[in-house]
């Protein structure tokens, strides 16, 4: 038969993800914005190359999705060892 995994769409995982790890979405917009400042300022970078540009605003974007999940994992952890609040499965 399979697992129930098998024939869900793009959709559809993205949205159980998102249940699992409710810091991703966050994750995932703040990358969208930092994307969208580093569009925005490509214009005024002044005498800076393309490259380095590119560079800088690829670590912005990673560190923004790194702390995110950091903050998650941060979350589960409180919840799970600290509040004790274990969720049955």
């Known amino acids: 038969m399979g697992s129930p995994h098998m024939e869900e769409g793009s959709g559809d995982k993205l949205a159980r993800k998102a249940r699992e790890s409710p810091f991703m979405p966050i994750g995932l917009a703040g990358l ?27 670590v912005a974007a ?18 799970e060892y600290i509040f004790n609040k274990k969720e049955d499965k």
């Open 62 to 79: 990673q560190g923004t999705v790194v702390g995110a999940l950091s903050l998650g994992l941060a979350y589960t952890m409180a919840n």
């Open 32 to 58: 969208a914005i930092v994307c969208g400042i580093g569009a925005y300022k490509y214009k005024n970078r002044g005498a800076m190359s393309t490259s380095v540009f590119l560079m800088q605003l690829r």
